[in-house]
């Protein structure tokens, strides 16, 4: 079994940045992939971005890649979110999974086997 634990969410002012982590324990694969998801309040978990554990490869939504990077590293079985220019609209939990193929169809959450606990993301006006 795989364990995710997400940290580095809390509240920040528009136009802030926040680094979020992912941190897996017990049974990973070099080629895992891991996706990062939020829930706003009111809607359906999205897929934002995801990656391998080095960082590569790297998958974005269109609509958020340019204030979003994932990276990775790979010894610590650690993948990051980095969130620039935050806006009050990307309030919400925030989400790291694993799937086991860096070849799945990452947007898909079926795919994706182990989920963390979500970390809170609060942006104030």
């Known amino acids: 079994q795989v364990q995710l634990v997400e940290s580095g969410g809390g509240m920040v002012q528009t136009g802030g940045s926040l680094r979020l982590s992912c941190v897996a324990s017990?049974?990973?694969?070099?080629?895992?992939?891991v996706g990062w998801f939020r829930q706003i309040p009111g809607k359906e978990r999205q897929f934002v971005a995801a990656?391998?554990?080095?960082?590569?490869?790297?998958y974005y939504e269109d609509s958020l890649k340019d204030r979003f990077t994932v990276s990775g590293d790979r010894a610590k079985t650690t993948v990051f979110l980095e969130v620039d220019h935050l806006k009050p609209e990307d309030t919400g939990v925030y989400y790291c999974?694993?799937?086991?193929?860096?070849?799945?169809?990452?947007?898909?959450?079926?795919?994706?086997?182990?989920w963390g606990q979500g970390t809170q993301v609060t942006v104030s006006s």
């Open positions: 999974a694993r799937t086991r193929s860096v070849f799945n169809n990452w947007p898909e959450q079926s795919v994706y086997d182990a």
């Open positions: 017990g049974r990973t694969n070099n080629d895992d992939g």
């Open positions: 990656c391998g554990w080095s960082g590569f490869p790297a």
